[in-house]
C-alpha cells in the first residue's frame, strides 16, 4: 500500500478518534519522536560539533548557501497549496 494511502487512512481514522487517553498517547509518541530525530541530528561530543562548524564554513567559503528568499521560494512552492 502507497504510503501517501496509509496517511490518509491514519488522518482519517484520528479525526473520528473520541478516546482521550489514545490521543494522548499518540500525542507523546509524535512528541518523543520528534526529539529523537533532534537528539540524531546534535553532534555528540565538541569534536562532532567542530567538524560540523568546519563543515558549514567550507560550505560558504565554496559558495554553497542559499538566500533567505531562494529558501522561502522553495518552501512556498513545494508546500503550500
Not at 568546519?54 to 538566500?67: A, L, R, W
Amino acid at each position: 500500500m502507497d504510503i501517501a494511502v496509509k496517511k490518509v487512512e491514519l488522518i482519517e481514522w484520528l479525526a473520528r478518534l473520541q478516546d482521550e487517553k489514545l490521543i494522548m498517547r499518540i500525542e507523546t509518541l509524535r512528541k518523543s519522536s520528534i526529539q529523537e530525530l533532534y537528539e540524531q541530528r546534535m553532534p555528540k561530543t565538541r569534536e562532532a560539533l567542530q567538524a560540523k562548524l568546519n563543515q558549514s564554513e567550507n560550505d560558504i567559503s565554496e559558495g554553497k548557501v542559499y538566500s533567505q528568499d531562494e529558501v522561502e521560494n522553495y518552501f512556498n512552492a513545494r508546500f503550500k497549496q
